[in-house]
């Protein structure tokens, strides 16, 4: 019996990213460039699909370069990767958003997916009709839907708003409703990208009890995220994508390992100015440069338990209105075990030029032996995301014997201790 429900063969995907603008030194060319424009700019946007067998230039792109594998009926796939390693681009090709350029995807079964928030739903009509909607577009009969109806609005916790146009939902609420009807119409493969994000905590864990539900029933889920820890959680097998190609395909533990290792700088110092695979820059503040120190402010990469350590980080373009940041420190697993921000600690981060370096020191490193890495978060004065630099740098803490029973928990205290006689 075959039991692969996704057979991908050699699949591609190509995208042409633009075309330069042409620049005029004298009046008349200027004049003419105004003049002609509309004409211009009908030619790039013809061009912008015809290739003329071209594979390779400035303005081409390969999402995907000769994907080949193969999913199982019931297997749980993590997909890992950096930002535009191909992820988003091989789920669409998936849910049948987007043609390939080459190689074939054979699907076998009805696939929901959530992908992006705003697609799925026609913005004017209410979360009802966009239940039944979704269930028509599935191919299931009006009845079967409304057998499951209840269920999803239950789940979606939104049935105050169930009758009100999906346009007026908030973020929360949007994600909410579209994961509740993908889980719950009986797709035989789920598709899950990374927009469970929005979502509060509470929600994220409810999802993910679902996903692993929906899998022990007999169908598939392909999930991506950025969370290692919910990748490790949920996942059996995980597929490692870099630059469009699949770098691992194995075990969750092994690929993540492998992804989070070459990642983790290990000499205490790293500049950051060029370290764009790893990082999302939505506003002007940028992390250049990141130090981990020892008590005597010596770089340092190797730490022992209850050890201090400060963590420095050069910052450009800083205006005077002043910045916050945040140091998120991560096992090898993905879990999150530290987070310290600079709101929590008072400083002054105003007036200081265009460039600062922060300090932040952690007195006792109370986190068992291990490596661990470290992202650097950085947002304007009203807390929105402005630089997020993954994994910039890593550590290791050891345990030089001075304790001989097993420490198994990620945080190590030593607590206060004293005999008291009765």
Request: charged share 25%; with cysteine; hydrophobic share 35%.
């Amino acid at each position: 019996m075959n039991d692969k429900i996704i057979q991908i063969n050699n699949l591609s995907k190509r995208y042409r990213i633009g075309l330069k603008e042409e620049l005029y030194d004298s009046l008349i060319g200027k004049i003419s460039s105004v003049v002609f424009a509309p004409f211009n700019n009908f030619r790039k946007v013809q061009k912008l699909s015809k290739f003329e067998g071209k594979d390779s230039g400035e303005d081409i792109i390969w999402a995907l370069k000769e994907i080949s594998l193969d999913i199982k009926q019931g297997e749980i796939v993590g997909i890992i990767g950096r930002n535009g390693a191909g992820k988003s681009t091989l789920l669409k090709i998936l849910s049948r958003i987007v043609e390939p350029t080459g190689g074939t995807a054979i699907i076998k079964g009805r696939v929901a997916s959530l992908l992006e928030i705003g697609t799925g739903f026609h913005k004017e009509l209410s979360g009802r009709e966009n239940i039944y909607l979704n269930g028509t577009i599935l191919g299931m009969k009006k009845d079967e839907i409304t057998d499951k109806f209840e269920e999803i609005v239950q789940f979606s916790e939104i049935g105050k708003f169930i009758d009100t146009p999906v346009k007026r939902y908030s973020s929360g609420m949007y994600v909410r409703l579209a994961f509740a009807v993908s889980a719950h119409l009986n797709p035989e493969i789920l598709i899950v990208d990374e927009v469970l994000s929005v979502g509060d905590a509470a929600f994220q864990k409810k999802c993910i009890g679902k996903m692993s539900e929906t899998a022990k029933s007999g169908r598939t889920v392909l999930f991506v995220s950025h969370n290692m820890h919910t990748i490790q959680d949920l996942c059996n097998r995980t597929i490692l994508l870099e630059n469009g190609k699949i770098a691992l395909d194995g075990t969750t533990s092994d690929v993540i390992r492998h992804y989070l290792q070459p990642e983790m700088i290990k000499t205490g110092e790293s500049n950051l100015s060029n370290n764009f695979r790893s990082r999302k820059s939505p506003g002007k503040l940028r992390a250049t440069a990141i130090r981990i120190l020892d008590k005597e402010d010596h770089i340092c990469s190797t730490y022992e338990i209850n050890d201090s350590l400060t963590i420095e980080l050069d910052i450009s373009n800083v205006r005077n209105n002043g910045f916050a940041v945040s140091f998120l420190i991560f096992n090898q697993q993905g879990a999150l075990v530290y987070q310290v921000r600079s709101q929590d600690g008072n400083i002054i981060t105003q007036n200081l030029g265009s460039t600062a370096t922060v300090r932040m020191t952690i007195p006792k490193l109370n986190i068992i032996q291990g490596r661990y890495s470290i992202d650097v978060w950085l947002g304007n004065h009203l807390d929105l995301l402005e630089d997020h630099v993954e994994s910039t740098i890593s550590f290791e803490v050891i345990n030089r014997g001075h304790s001989k029973v097993p420490l198994r928990s990620i945080i190590h205290e030593t607590g206060k201790w004293k005999i008291v006689n009765k």
